[in-house]
């Protein structure tokens, strides 16, 4: 992948999905799709390199309840991870 991280993020199981941005926000964002098996995948987007500075929602809780404000974001995460062939047993 051509796009590195903007911000450090010390997770190993975490997938890199590229960047974008958050609904009416001027800031880049990381895309993170950590699979841990399907009932516990997380859906990550890191906006700074300070440790907690990130959202995440479990997989399972966004397919059940898919809306909310940073609906837009995990949608965008499950596509990338669809298109990159991301595994999520
Ligand atoms: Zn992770």
Do not use: W
Not at 9 to 33: A, W
Request: charged share 30%.
């Amino acid at each position: 992948m051509e796009e590195k991280p903007l911000y450090e993020h010390d997770c190993e199981t975490c997938v890199y999905l590229g960047r974008s941005r958050l609904k009416d926000s001027e800031i880049p964002v990381d895309l993170y799709i950590h699979v841990r098996g399907l009932q516990e995948t997380d859906l990550l987007v890191r906006y700074s390199s300070q440790g907690p500075d990130y959202i995440s929602n479990s997989l399972g809780t966004f397919l059940r309840f898919p809306t909310g404000i940073y609906q837009e974001v995990y949608l965008e995460i499950l596509k990338r991870a669809i298109e990159r062939n991301v595994s999520i047993k």
